[in-house]
């Protein structure tokens, strides 16, 4: 159902800290095609907001940190476009999905999720199984609908009332780390922050607990999701997830003992 003669407009919106080395890649991948370009960066120190200029004026920071899920709200309240398409600063719309993203915000739908298929490198290659692909996100909605949830971590668009979720064609390229340790940070961080957050609503771990997730964690990444058939790389994306399920239990669990 079409709600307006004329045609709707869309933005582009990023949360960003320290991105300097992926923006200008990330935001080449649009800028030629969206009307609207919003970034909210939450205290970078490199040359990120340079960046962000030459692409756009609606740059603003936010140096507290309340989460991803608060933060992509601030986001979206300087967004004015019709749709929101978010965006990581290490992804890359690919010309399907920039074809098929044109089409969905051309027939603005009312109510109406759409969801990726992201597409992720680890350590300079792309990985097809280890649950990695496909990896369905919902990314695209109409700006007055909805909005994502107060997740700290693992935040998500929340579908509307009687809403419904579509999913496009074309993937969403994903680049993330090339660096082993970098990567381990990075997962070290989001397990610190799950467990505050599953602390905060009182729920408890226990060693035995952990132990048990995380070995799931190996076995449900290499085997029953085919990590094998990505070969070393899998092998090494089960062992990562299994540490980060191990720190993100035992991380709880040790939140009570103090």
């Given at each position: 159902?079409?709600?307006?003669?004329?045609?709707?407009?869309?933005?582009?919106?990023?949360?960003?800290?320290?991105?300097?080395?992926?923006?200008?890649?990330?935001?080449?991948?649009?800028?030629?095609?969206?009307?609207?370009?919003?970034?909210?960066?939450?205290?970078?120190?490199?040359?990120?907001?340079?960046?962000?200029?030459?692409?756009?004026?609606?740059?603003?920071?936010?140096?507290?940190?309340?989460?991803?899920?608060?933060?992509?709200?601030?986001?979206?309240?300087?967004?004015?476009?019709?749709?929101?398409?978010?965006?990581?600063?290490?992804?890359?719309?690919?010309?399907?999905?920039?074809?098929?993203?044109?089409?969905?915000?051309?027939?603005?739908?009312?109510?109406?999720?759409?969801?990726v298929n992201r597409l992720s490198t680890a350590?300079?290659?792309?990985?097809?199984?280890?649950?990695?692909?496909?990896d369905w996100i919902s990314r695209l909605h109409?700006?007055?609908?909805?909005?994502?949830?107060?997740?700290?971590?693992?935040?998500?668009?929340?579908?509307?009332?009687?809403?419904?979720?579509?999913?496009?064609?074309?993937?969403?390229?994903?680049?993330?780390?090339?660096?082993?340790?970098?990567?381990?940070?990075?997962?070290?961080?989001?397990?610190?922050?799950?467990?505050?957050?599953?602390?905060?609503?009182?729920?408890?771990?226990?060693?035995?607990?952990?132990?048990?997730?995380?070995?799931?964690?190996?076995?449900?990444?290499?085997?029953?999701?085919?990590?094998?058939?990505?070969?070393?790389?899998?092998?090494?994306?089960?062992?990562?997830?299994?540490?980060?399920?191990l720190n993100k239990y035992l991380g709880l669990?040790?939140?009570?003992?103090?």
């Amino acid at each position: 159902m079409n709600q307006q003669n004329t045609k709707p407009s869309l933005a582009v919106a990023l949360i960003v800290k320290n991105e300097a080395k992926h923006l200008a890649a990330c935001l080449d991948s649009v800028k030629d095609w969206v009307d609207e370009i919003v970034i909210l960066d939450s205290g970078s120190s490199d040359t990120t907001e340079e960046i962000a200029r030459q692409y756009t004026n609606k740059f603003f920071v936010s140096n507290d940190w309340p989460g991803f899920g608060m933060q992509r709200q601030r986001a979206q309240q300087y967004v004015e476009s019709d749709y929101i398409l978010w965006l990581d600063a290490d992804e890359r719309v690919t010309p399907e999905l920039r074809q098929s993203i044109q089409q969905a915000v051309a027939s603005n739908h009312i109510n109406t999720v759409y969801q990726v298929n992201r597409l992720s490198t680890a350590f300079g290659k792309f990985i097809h199984h280890s649950g990695w692909h496909p990896d369905w996100i919902s990314r695209l909605h109409r700006r007055n609908e909805t909005q994502y949830n107060d997740v700290k971590v693992h935040e998500s668009i929340v579908i509307p009332a009687n809403g419904k979720i579509e999913k496009l064609t074309g993937n969403l390229e994903h680049y993330t780390f090339e660096d082993f340790f970098e990567f381990q940070r990075k997962q070290q961080k989001y397990a610190e922050l799950w467990a505050e957050e599953k602390f905060l609503k009182g729920k408890k771990s226990s060693i035995a607990s952990a132990v048990i997730h995380s070995m799931f964690s190996f076995i449900r990444t290499y085997i029953l999701k085919a990590g094998f058939l990505d070969g070393k790389h899998g092998f090494i994306i089960a062992c990562i997830n299994a540490q980060y399920v191990l720190n993100k239990y035992l991380g709880l669990h040790l939140k009570h003992k103090k």
